[in-house]
């Protein structure tokens, strides 16, 4: 299955009488009410609201980031409620270039579920009917069961590379960000030393994911002499590092992997190196 899914064929999957799960992603880091709130005032009909605090990330303690991956119980726990059995077809979309939809997609293929798109541009390219009654999720009949995230990366192994530089680490931050500048979401700025820099929004063409081939254009110059299979993407809280990922598996450059805990867990402990 494509990782990508347009606007003209999710309506013919819709009009088909197909069973799919919509999922609306629509999120914002500074008002987190406000994906819910445009979700509740319209939305692709039949979708129901998944939000980034609430069901895509589990217990913060201080220490383990902004956006800590909930523990694969929990996330078990949240599919069977939100109504993603192993065969569901789920396509996720938000308005903000496809971001918090990524992180969709990353949980559900992490944990065995193959069955899941991102609607290419999200909401701005989607000219069906809009719906206006918030749906209740149907939640599974029976419990889905627990399963580790493949292709997690965690705080020690990131570490470790530090002096191995077995991986290459890529931030998918604004360059200022990355470089230390304009940081208002963590207490300390700056980036992991050696990692690369590959701003999100560089893998768009407006909306929409640049083609394929520009894609592994892209990334095949950044990459360098390493493989996919020897990348640890990162960003401030595991989110638009997703959208790094998903366009490396858009390219056909399958294999990369994601530390979650990303700079907002590195940064909170003074004996991690920083660069600037």
């Not at 009410?33 to 069901?55: C, F, M, T, W």
């Amino acid at each position: 299955m494509t990782p990508l899914i347009t606007a003209n064929q999710l309506e013919e999957i819709i009009n088909s009488g197909e069973n799919v799960l919509l999922c609306d992603c629509r999120f914002d880091l500074v008002d987190t009410q406000a994906g819910r709130k445009a979700y509740e005032e319209s939305h692709i009909p039949g979708a129901i609201y998944v939000d980034l605090d609430q069901d895509l990330s589990g217990t913060k303690t201080g220490k383990n980031g902004r956006h800590p991956l909930p523990t694969p119980e929990a996330w078990a726990q949240t599919k069977t409620r939100l109504g993603i059995s192993p065969n569901t077809l789920v396509v996720a979309y938000d308005k903000q270039g496809s971001v918090y939809a990524s992180r969709l997609w990353w949980m559900l293929k992490a944990t065995g579920h193959a069955n899941v798109q991102v609607l290419d541009g999200g909401l701005d390219t989607w000219n069906g009917p809009m719906g206006t009654v918030a749906r209740k999720p149907t939640p599974s009949s029976a419990p889905i069961a627990a399963r580790p995230y493949e292709g997690l990366v965690l705080v020690d192994e990131v570490v470790g590379n530090l002096q191995s530089k077995k991986y290459i680490v890529i931030d998918a931050r604004a360059n200022d960000r990355f470089h230390g500048q304009n940081e208002t979401l963590d207490p300390v700025g700056g980036h992991i030393p050696g990692a690369l820099n590959h701003f999100f929004k560089n893998n768009l063409s407006a909306t929409a994911f640049k083609s394929a081939e520009h894609l592994f254009k892209d990334f095949v110059e950044l990459l360098g002499s390493y493989k996919p299979a020897q990348v640890i993407h990162q960003c401030g809280s595991g989110v638009t590092a997703c959208h790094n990922l998903l366009a490396m598996e858009v390219a056909g450059l399958k294999g990369s992997r994601l530390y979650a805990g990303s700079w907002s867990e590195w940064c909170t402990d003074s004996s991690r190196p920083i660069e600037t």
